[in-house]
Nanobody, 121 residues
Framework: QVKLVESGGGLVQAGDSLRLSCAASGRTYAMGWFRQAPGKEREFVAT????????YYGDFVKGRFTISKDNAKNTVALQMNSLKPEDTAVYYC?????????????????WGQGTQVTVSS
């Protein structure tokens, strides 16, 4: 069982930056972020493999977000720049095992409790 704990959400203005962090109690193949806005499905944001450091991003990211890892601390961070009001959502940290389909939320076995990100216009 892997426990994930997110931190770093908050209220910012459009164009601002925010950094989310996720601490894991154990190691998995990949860790990443999904987000869910009210009335919408949970969507893929970004994932990084913890050994090979390959990264994957959702199409909407378009260079604004960067995912990174700190293996010594077993944490993953999501740096979000140029935030837009449509980025407002609850952001969830998630982890999956080897062979997982990184874009598919159904392949992620472990989830954090979520952290709210609100971007005002």
């Amino acid at each position: 069982q892997v426990k994930l704990v997110e931190s770093g959400g908050g209220l910012v203005q459009a164009g601002d930056s925010l950094r989310l962090s996720c601490a894991a109690s154990g190691r998995t193949y990949a860790m990443g972020w999904f987000r869910q806005a009210p009335g919408k499905e949970r969507e893929f944001v970004a994932t990084i493999t913890l050994s090979g450091a390959s990264t994957y991003y959702g199409d909407f990211v378009k260079g604004r977000f960067t995912i990174s890892k700190d293996n010594a601390k077993n944490t993953v961070a999501l740096q979000m720049n140029s935030l837009k009001p449509e980025d407002t959502a609850v952001y969830y940290c998630a982890a999956c095992g080897r062979g997982c389909r990184v874009y598919d939320r159904n392949d992620y076995f472990y989830w954090g409790q979520g952290t709210q990100v609100t971007v005002s216009s």
